[in-house]
């Protein structure tokens, strides 16, 4: 299963069999997953949602399970790697660029939401920060100053992390549902998930707005 393949099937004349696109395709997905858990600019959900949309549409058994299981494992490891380095950083006198980089992309009032909520509900709140756009690395940061040890945070990462995987096929089997062409759905896709992430920007903006 070679998502990236799919893009390619209006230039090239012929796309390489299932069992080699296979052979790529997951490796690169797991690659790409665990690097945007660690960077977060790559669209991972898009990622997983287009693998999703060409493996409904290919014949080999279990196409979909594999991409389950292999962008689940990727964000697990991503966000468990990127949560060992934060609290690295956190024990360090002069703390360190991953935890400076945390800190950059949680904002302060969404830093103070996430505490309260962890405060109240504990590890569900992983969950739902990894189902919420831009929610994953405040709730993150809220654990490392709470000073949850590892063991304590990847206990409830991992179902985050399987919910998050789950959520992002559904969109992108349905796209891939929908449309003859597995181009057409991974396109869908992308757009649906782009919405998606929209969405909070949007909200905060025009409640600042009402304000």
């Known amino acids: 299963m070679n998502w990236l393949a799919v893009t390619a099937t209006t230039t090239l004349p012929a796309l390489p069999t299932q069992s080699t696109q296979q052979a790529l395709g997951y490796p690169s997905l797991f690659l790409l997953v665990l690097f945007g858990a660690l960077v977060p600019i790559v669209p991972t959900g ?5 693998a999703a949309v060409v493996a409904f549409h290919q014949t080999a058994p279990f196409s979909l399970a594999l991409v389950f299981v292999t962008a689940s494992l990727a964000a697990f490891l991503g966000d468990a790697t990127l949560y060992w380095l934060g609290r690295r950083g956190m024990k360090s006198k002069n703390g360190s660029r991953w935890l400076e980089a945390i800190r950059s992309r949680a904002p302060e009032d969404r830093l103070e939401q996430a505490q309260e909520k962890l405060a109240e509900h504990g590890v569900a709140v992983l969950v739902l920060s ?11 940061l809220a654990c490392l100053m709470a000073q949850w040890p590892l063991r304590r945070f990847s206990r409830g990462n991992f179902p985050a992390c399987l919910a998050w995987a789950v959520t992002y096929q559904v969109i992108g089997i349905l796209g891939g549902s929908l449309f003859p062409e597995p181009w057409e759905g991974v396109v869908a896709a992308i757009a649906l998930t782009v919405l998606v992430s929209a969405v909070p920007g949007v909200v905060r903006r025009l409640r600042g707005v009402s304000r």
Do not use: K, T
């Open 46 to 50: 898009a990622l997983v949602s287009s």
């Open 130 to 140: 990894r189902l919420v756009p831009a929610g994953r690395i405040p709730v993150m």
